[in-house]
């Protein structure tokens, strides 16, 4: 940590090698008023650390997590923000790594880079929450992947932009935004003084998704077992799954099943009758444990939902009456996964 408190009670935040080669009193920290010392390597820079073993409310300190900090806390000054590191609020035990202030707003600033489980992250939230203050969580390098998937989703947000994650790479100095949509992921790019979109198309993979379905048979994965055990009942192979529930994927990460299992689900509730309105948005109430817990479970299902019925639209199977969703044609199920591969050629 960068800030500590020293015996007359001020609190002194380290900027510099040089300056903590000056100091020579001695330090608490500020949340549990225990010791901490200076450590000034080479490598790392200038920090307290707890003597002991650290407190609660404080993240075990990582290069890229002290990196990180000084990071966000110069881009918020680029910004026109005056900018405070590891500001401690007693109130709810809790340390905002940084604080960007401006005009009497303060917008707390979390970057994680040691694990941090999702009911953590929830009530860490909440508890900026209770002061009134909004926290933006951004993701350290352990979270780098090249698709978003479910070790991300506990960062997703949701804002006017649309469904999005943050990542800092401190050492390369870019933060970085990505906004997810259907087909495609925008990724802005942000050095201190420069801007840079990438688009990153999701490639459709049908060959692979086909054969992990008869993969997740073959070794009897338990939710894939579970939807097999309701397809058996109408006679019909999940193997054998129609080709629409892979295409056209909304690609949202944080759901309790994959997408494609979400899809089956709802066909075989669905697929042989007109479909009431009601009872089809009654059925996805049923998967709300998703975990995004910046996220309103119903909003990402929602998402889920609607590029569904737009690819069945679409697609010609499903058209829509002011309270039926009714078939033109129900997708085509095959016998076998061999006999689905065929078709696609
Ligand atoms: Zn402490």
Redesign the pocket.
């Given at each position: 940590m960068f800030v500590a408190q020293a015996e007359n009670g001020r609190l002194v935040t380290l900027r510099d090698h040089q300056q903590a080669k000056a100091l020579h009193e001695r330090f608490v920290?500020p949340?549990?008023l225990?010791p901490v010392g200076i450590r000034n390597g080479a490598l790392m820079p200038a920090h307290f650390y707890?003597l002991g073993p650290?407190?609660a409310?404080?993240e075990a300190e990582s290069l890229p997590h002290l990196l990180g900090k000084q990071w966000l806390a110069t881009l918020g000054e680029q910004f026109g923000y005056r900018s405070e590191l590891e500001v401690y609020y007693p109130a709810i035990k809790q340390r905002a790594d940084v604080v960007w202030l401006r005009g009497g707003k303060r917008t707390v600033l979390e970057y994680q880079c040691s694990p941090l489980s999702v009911e953590a992250l929830a009530r860490r939230t909440e508890g900026y929450a209770k002061l009134d203050l909004v926290v933006i969580w951004i993701a350290g390098p352990r979270y780098f992947d090249r698709w978003p998937a479910s070790k991300q989703a506990k960062f997703l947000r949701y804002t006017a932009g649309g469904f999005q994650l943050l990542f800092l790479d401190p050492q390369a100095g870019v933060l970085s935004q990505w906004t997810l949509h259907a087909d495609h992921i925008d990724q802005r790019l942000q050095w201190p003084n420069r801007v840079q979109q990438r688009r990153l198309d999701y490639a459709e993979r049908l060959v692979a998704e086909a054969k992990a379905v008869q993969a997740g048979l073959r070794f009897r994965e338990p939710k894939v077992m579970a939807l097999q055990a309701q397809a058996a009942k109408q006679g019909l192979n999940v193997a054998g799954v129609p080709w629409v529930v892979h295409q056209q994927l909304r690609h949202l990460p944080g759901l309790v099943l994959p997408e494609w299992q979400l899809r089956t689900w709802w066909l075989l509730q669905f697929q042989t009758a007109p479909i009431q309105k009601a009872a089809e948005a009654a059925f996805w109430h049923q998967f709300s444990q998703v975990r995004t817990p910046l996220v309103p479970a119903q909003a990402v299902l929602e998402a889920v939902r609607r590029q569904w019925l737009a690819v069945l639209k679409q697609a010609g199977y499903l058209q829509e009456t002011s309270l039926f969703w009714q078939w033109r044609q129900p997708p085509n199920w095959y016998a076998t996964v061999n006999e689905k591969l065929q078709q696609l050629r």
């Amino acid at each position: 940590m960068f800030v500590a408190q020293a015996e007359n009670g001020r609190l002194v935040t380290l900027r510099d090698h040089q300056q903590a080669k000056a100091l020579h009193e001695r330090f608490v920290c500020p949340a549990c008023l225990r010791p901490v010392g200076i450590r000034n390597g080479a490598l790392m820079p200038a920090h307290f650390y707890h003597l002991g073993p650290p407190c609660a409310a404080s993240e075990a300190e990582s290069l890229p997590h002290l990196l990180g900090k000084q990071w966000l806390a110069t881009l918020g000054e680029q910004f026109g923000y005056r900018s405070e590191l590891e500001v401690y609020y007693p109130a709810i035990k809790q340390r905002a790594d940084v604080v960007w202030l401006r005009g009497g707003k303060r917008t707390v600033l979390e970057y994680q880079c040691s694990p941090l489980s999702v009911e953590a992250l929830a009530r860490r939230t909440e508890g900026y929450a209770k002061l009134d203050l909004v926290v933006i969580w951004i993701a350290g390098p352990r979270y780098f992947d090249r698709w978003p998937a479910s070790k991300q989703a506990k960062f997703l947000r949701y804002t006017a932009g649309g469904f999005q994650l943050l990542f800092l790479d401190p050492q390369a100095g870019v933060l970085s935004q990505w906004t997810l949509h259907a087909d495609h992921i925008d990724q802005r790019l942000q050095w201190p003084n420069r801007v840079q979109q990438r688009r990153l198309d999701y490639a459709e993979r049908l060959v692979a998704e086909a054969k992990a379905v008869q993969a997740g048979l073959r070794f009897r994965e338990p939710k894939v077992m579970a939807l097999q055990a309701q397809a058996a009942k109408q006679g019909l192979n999940v193997a054998g799954v129609p080709w629409v529930v892979h295409q056209q994927l909304r690609h949202l990460p944080g759901l309790v099943l994959p997408e494609w299992q979400l899809r089956t689900w709802w066909l075989l509730q669905f697929q042989t009758a007109p479909i009431q309105k009601a009872a089809e948005a009654a059925f996805w109430h049923q998967f709300s444990q998703v975990r995004t817990p910046l996220v309103p479970a119903q909003a990402v299902l929602e998402a889920v939902r609607r590029q569904w019925l737009a690819v069945l639209k679409q697609a010609g199977y499903l058209q829509e009456t002011s309270l039926f969703w009714q078939w033109r044609q129900p997708p085509n199920w095959y016998a076998t996964v061999n006999e689905k591969l065929q078709q696609l050629r």
